[in-house]
């Protein structure tokens, strides 16, 4: 029970991590994908009993445009789970990729109207890219349940808001400085781009490599910086926003190999990527699961920062 009481709000994007993860590595094994399917499984059930123990703070952590931000990784991983649950159940599966793809519409409209009104460039973090452009998410697991028109809609939607986030967030992290317990977040920064790539491949039609390739540069400049910051903030005690470690590169990993059976099947391979796929999937596998490692030791063990490090990365 104790160890309920310390889940956070987080700990939804190591599952999302943790399923995409178990896509990537499928080529590999499928037993592999299985595993890291049963282990995102396993946190999201652990991310909903926390609520169902402490219901008060759950909403107290949902009035923080952080945690509230980062909660979008929740229906995101649905969607993912639907995709798991498919060949097994079926139509079952299909009405959970449904009700995903619903709350995060329903939870965009909330999160407009409780934090856009009074707006302030200081509530804005990376982590608001999930929100806006995680729907993109629709697109790349919309191919399994022929809702392609949905999953197209939804990337277009993403690519949008992507541009006017880049600007926006950018600008808050250049002129406001960021509260240590937050600054891991900034990884996230390279996950939209990659997000747009994947479900674009899955969904749109007809597909403009141009546009692909484009996405993809800024996509890998954005992944290089994350790399960097990533080594950076291991210096950094245990913080809630370590889950920026995992989801971020996995897409990254997961754009550059579908990026590459597309320009292949498009007549213009691209046989460079097979190199770079390998080196981001290296990287995505090792970062995902340094970040379950250290959410296990804080959830099992105990943080040892100090309290108020604790508090303030609520």
Not at 53 to 79: E, Q
Not at 81 to 92: H, K
Not at 162 to 170: E, N
């Amino acid at each position: 029970m104790s160890i309920l009481k310390r889940v956070p709000i987080p700990i939804c994007a190591v599952s999302l991590g943790m399923f995409g993860l178990g896509n990537l590595l499928q080529s590999y094994s499928e037993g592999v994908r299985l595993l890291c399917g049963a282990v995102g499984g396993v946190l999201m059930a652990v991310f909903l009993l926390s609520i169902l123990v402490d219901v008060k703070k759950f909403r107290t952590d949902m009035g923080n445009p952080i945690m509230a931000s980062v909660s979008f990784t929740f229906p995101m991983a649905v969607m993912l789970l639907a995709t798991y649950l498919n060949p097994y159940i079926g139509g079952p599966a299909k009405v959970i990729w449904y009700v995903g793809v619903a709350l995060h519409v329903v939870m965009i409209i909330w999160f407009s109207v409780k934090f856009l009104r009074g707006f302030a460039l200081e509530r804005v973090f990376a982590s608001w890219y999930i929100v806006y452009v995680g729907i993109a998410m629709a697109g790349i697991t919309a191919p399994p349940f022929q809702a392609a028109a949905i999953g197209s809609a939804c990337v277009v939607f993403g690519l949008v808001t992507l541009v006017v986030l880049l600007v926006l967030v950018t600008v808050r992290y250049v002129k406001k400085p960021v509260p240590k317990p937050a600054q891991p977040l900034i990884c996230i920064y390279a996950a939209p781009t990659s997000l747009c790539i994947a479900g674009y491949v899955q969904s749109v039609t007809p597909k403009s490599l141009p546009l692909l390739l484009v996405l993809w540069v800024l996509a890998t400049v954005l992944f290089l910086f994350a790399c960097v910051k990533f080594v950076q903030y291991l210096r950094l005690p245990f913080f809630p926003s370590y889950a920026a470690f995992t989801f971020p590169f996995v897409i990254s990993a997961i754009a550059s190999k579908q990026l590459m059976a597309c320009a292949a099947n498009l007549g213009s391979p691209l046989p460079f990527l097979s190199t770079v796929v390998l080196i981001e999937t290296v990287i995505a596998t090792f970062t995902t699961l340094y970040a379950l490692v250290r959410y296990l030791m804080f959830l099992f063990a105990g943080s040892k920062q100090p309290a108020k490090e604790r508090v303030s990365s609520r």
